[in-house]
């Protein structure tokens, strides 16, 4: 039995995933489950497809398909359904709250470009302070470094040509729509 957190998990896990198996009109056969607990048993995790002619519903068919492949039902969004088993032997993803979550979660926390921002920076302020310099808070600690070591030499090229031109002076008759006429000019 799954807790609400690892079914969250499985879920976000699941999100990127396509349908590896589709169930078509002649609805759930011994055939589709076979199927089923082969891609099950090879990933663990498994997205299957009702199509639009199959007798029956994916939600009900779903817990159905569950029960015979021996899986957790973790979510029916329309016609689509995420089913979930544990392989035997060498479980490829690690759940929350299990002691191969915490190491897995220590060894991909370096990597991981999803980690929350405020994490990354507070790993960020600490390695700066490790190291003696200035944290931006914006975790750009080499960008205030340049700063602070001096101006860099300035190119004698504008950055476009837009920057380049000049604005042209208003036109007298335009002037005096906006109420900028002075009688200097």
Known sequence: MLTSKQRTFLRAQAHLLEPVVQIGKLGITEAAVRQVAEQLRAHELIKVRFAREAPVGARDAGADLATQSESELIQCTGRIIVLYRRHEKKPKIALPGTKAFEVDESAERKRDPRLSLRRRHAENRKKASARGTKST?????????????????????????????????????????????????
């Open 137 to 185: 808070g914006s975790g750009r600690v080499a960008k205030a470094a340049a700063k602070a070591s001096g101006p860099k030499a300035q190119s004698s090229t504008p950055r476009s040509k837009a920057a380049a031109k000049t604005r042209t002076p208003r036109s007298r008759a335009a002037k005096s729509r906006t109420g900028q006429v002075n009688e200097a000019d």
